[in-house]
């Protein structure tokens, strides 16, 4: 984990280093230096313990009138407080980035009445182009609302360390009210202590020549290791959105490596895709999208996904009963939903980034807000007790409902026909033929890789 200018936690030695405006010298962080610059000195440690490098930056500020400035100093009762502010009310943090090292808590009274308990959401992969999208609609109240204090712990690469320290200095930047905390580190058992909420969107994409069955284990040493982390130091109720590919088999690692979080917590995420559904049900409809409901996704997140057209509806009006061209919903629709990742990225020149931040924003807060009446939303999850008849112990995508509270249970009103069942028995094969290819994993034996075919990720071309 990171301590970060401008301020430091107790018992932690300091340098100087001034700041000018407009301008500031940039070091490249590298292992055991110290660089000086013109009117600067960085002092850096490194260690090699565990799985992470250990870093101290310490910053001061030229004293600039008529504000005082904070100085970093040996001992907690010795810094300076702000203007106003009495020094017993500043609250400090042992780990912690630039600003949200020091802040003030909330009144007693302004906590019951206005705010919330803070939460503490853990990103992984927080230094990509995904995150760079999610994690400013995290601080700014749009997922968990507008009186909901959050604490940021964003898990990084030592690759992509300084790019994740760019991101959490945006971040200090936006001056985002809600947001009292960030941490930025690149150790999963540091950075997701006590977290409520784990975001997993770091993975390997799958390179030229590499097969499924090599991503799979590539990917799945990532989310057993993380699995582990998150059983041994997160909240025991840890919400865990597995977004990193391949989602559904990832998450499944991931619960086995966490006997201690129950397994109905973790999620695959397939939400983008049930918006992709809805958008081309709306277009083919000549209706705005927000009409279209009752749409999922079921099965895994690769190109055997089922996007339903039987269940969804219109206007309340099954969607075979607004669209009656057949062949359409049953060619023409499901493959679009199945490939739209890949089109865009010949489009595009990269994978979804924007879309897919969105959806994982769709994804909690259809967990924390209660589902409209009549209306479900589509997850991956583990599939024991789920009454359809879907194999137990893996995770599928399946129509579910949420009271709001974080939990979600099963739709139990759904339709099934022989196209329908014949479909998700395809995706259902295919994710327990995975489930085999990472059994040493799971802790299930030795591996046995015999995919049904080589089926490519949406996001893949």
């Avoid at 009762?77 to 780990?95: F, N, R, S, T, W």
């Avoid at 897919?356 to 924390?368: E, F, G, N, Y």
Wanted: glycine letters at 6%; charged letters at 20%.
């Amino acid at each position: 984990m990171t301590l970060y200018p401008l301020f430091l936690p107790p018992k932690t030695s300091c340098h100087p280093f001034t700041l000018f405006a407009p301008s500031m010298a940039v070091a490249d962080l590298n292992p055991a230096y110290t660089t000086d610059f013109t009117n600067s000195k960085i002092s850096y440690v490194s260690s090699s313990a565990r799985l992470s490098h250990h870093r101290r930056l310490s910053f001061r500020h030229r004293p600039r009138s008529p504000t005082p400035a904070i100085r970093c100093s040996v001992t907690s009762d010795q810094i300076q407080a702000p203007v106003g502010v009495d020094a017993k009310d500043l609250k400090q943090k042992p780990e912690c980035f630039g600003v949200f090292c020091l802040t003030y808590d909330l009144k007693a009274e302004d906590q019951t009445k206005s705010w919330k308990k803070m939460i503490n959401v853990a990103v992984s992969g927080a230094a990509g182009m995904i995150s760079n999208h999610l994690l400013f609609k995290l601080a700014s109240g749009e997922v968990f609302g507008p009186d909901q204090p959050i604490a940021l712990k964003l898990l990084g690469s030592e690759r992509s360390f300084g790019a994740l320290e760019g991101v959490a200095m945006e971040l200090e930047d936006s001056l985002y009210p809600l947001l009292r905390e960030v941490s930025i580190g690149i150790d999963p058992y540091e950075v997701f202590q006590d977290a409520e909420w784990a975001l997993l969107i770091g993975a390997k994409p799958r390179g030229p020549g590499m097969e499924r069955a090599g991503l799979l284990d590539i990917n799945g040493q990532i989310f057993a290791e993380q699995g582990k982390a998150l059983n041994a130091v997160a909240s025991p109720n840890v919400k865990v959105m597995v977004v990193g590919n391949p989602c559904n088999t990832n998450a499944l690692i991931c619960l086995k490596n966490a006997p201690n979080i129950p397994a109905k917590n973790f999620h695959a995420l397939t939400r983008l895709d049930e918006n992709r559904a809805k958008c081309q049900l709306a277009l083919k409809a000549g209706v705005f999208y927000d009409k279209v409901s009752n749409v999922t996704i079921w099965g895994n997140h690769s190109t055997t996904q089922v996007p339903d057209f039987l269940n969804a509806k219109i206007h309340g009006i099954p969607v075979p009963e607004v669209i009656r061209d057949r062949k359409w919903l049953e060619e023409e629709f499901t493959h679009m939903v199945q490939t739209r990742g890949g089109v865009l990225i010949k489009k595009w020149g990269r994978s979804s980034a924007a879309s897919t931040a969105v959806s994982i924003v769709d994804a909690i807060r259809s967990l924390v807000t209660p589902t409209p009446e009549g209306d479900w939303f589509s997850t991956g999850v583990y599939t024991n007790g789920n009454p359809y008849g879907i194999a137990e112990d893996i995770v599928f995508s399946m129509p579910c409902r949420s009271n709001g509270d974080g939990e979600y249970e099963f739709v139990k009103d759904v339709l099934f026909d022989d196209y329908l069942r014949k479909k998700i028995k395809k995706s259902e094969d295919e994710l327990l033929a995975e489930k085999k290819c990472v059994a040493h994993l799971t802790g299930e034996g030795i591996a046995v890789c015999d995919l049904p075919e080589d089926t490519m990720l949406p996001g893949e071309v």
